[in-house]
């Protein structure tokens, strides 16, 4: 069973209700989440997962600064998280709210660590990962589940 580990940042409560969806379709693919606030995430969380989903509200179209900080901290694990897999997930308040670029900067740091990047496993146009504007409405909260669920099955694959 492949061991997931859906890490996010939310001052308003929507990335937090996209983070509960990304952990409910890897669950619903057979998979371990541990579903945690990136304040409460330790560098040996990343390490003990398969798969790692980190999700971001959108702030001047990068990363959240509690998200960078646990990236910083991932530093202490630099070399051991290579092939695991990947994907990140954000939530703006404008479709012009830089979500793209937010995605990037999360899949940045995880390709420097070595990992596996999945995209957008839907053709929402997403490409990068999951998005959301401003609530999660149903088709934001659907990419959101497809997203866990093929991180779950990309580790089950790649990493077991």
């Given at each position: 069973?492949?061991?997931?580990?859906?890490?996010?940042?939310?001052?308003?409560g929507?990335?937090?209700?996209?983070a509960?969806?990304?952990?409910?379709g890897?669950?619903?693919?057979?998979?371990?989440?541990?579903?945690k606030?990136?304040?409460?995430?330790?560098?040996?969380?990343l390490?003990s997962?398969?798969?790692?989903?980190?999700?971001?509200?959108?702030?001047?179209g990068?990363?959240?600064a509690?998200?960078?900080?646990l990236?910083?901290?991932?530093?202490?694990?630099?070399?051991?998280l290579e092939?695991?897999?990947?994907?990140a997930?954000?939530?703006?308040?404008?479709?012009?709210g830089?979500?793209?670029?937010t995605?990037?900067?999360?899949?940045?740091?995880?390709?420097?660590?070595?990992?596996?990047?999945?995209?957008?496993?839907?053709?929402?146009?997403?490409?990068?990962?999951?998005i959301?504007?401003?609530?999660p409405?149903?088709?934001?909260?659907?990419?959101?589940?497809?997203?866990?669920?093929?991180?779950?099955?990309l580790?089950?694959?790649?990493?077991?």
């Amino acid at each position: 069973m492949a061991r997931i580990l859906v890490a996010y940042y939310s001052r308003t409560g929507n990335t937090e209700k996209m983070a509960r969806a990304v952990a409910e379709g890897a669950k619903d693919a057979g998979a371990d989440v541990d579903l945690k606030r990136v304040e409460d995430v330790e560098p040996d969380d990343l390490k003990s997962a398969d798969g790692i989903v980190i999700g971001s509200p959108t702030y001047y179209g990068l990363m959240s600064a509690e998200v960078k900080q646990l990236f910083d901290r991932s530093a202490k694990v630099r070399g051991k998280l290579e092939n695991k897999i990947g994907a990140a997930f954000t939530s703006s308040a404008s479709i012009e709210g830089g979500n793209q670029t937010t995605l990037l900067s999360i899949i940045q740091a995880m390709m420097i660590h070595g990992m596996v990047v999945a995209g957008d496993p839907m053709e929402t146009g997403g490409h990068y990962g999951a998005i959301a504007i401003g609530s999660p409405d149903d088709n934001s909260l659907r990419t959101c589940r497809k997203l866990g669920e093929r991180v779950a099955m990309l580790a089950e694959k790649i990493c077991r």
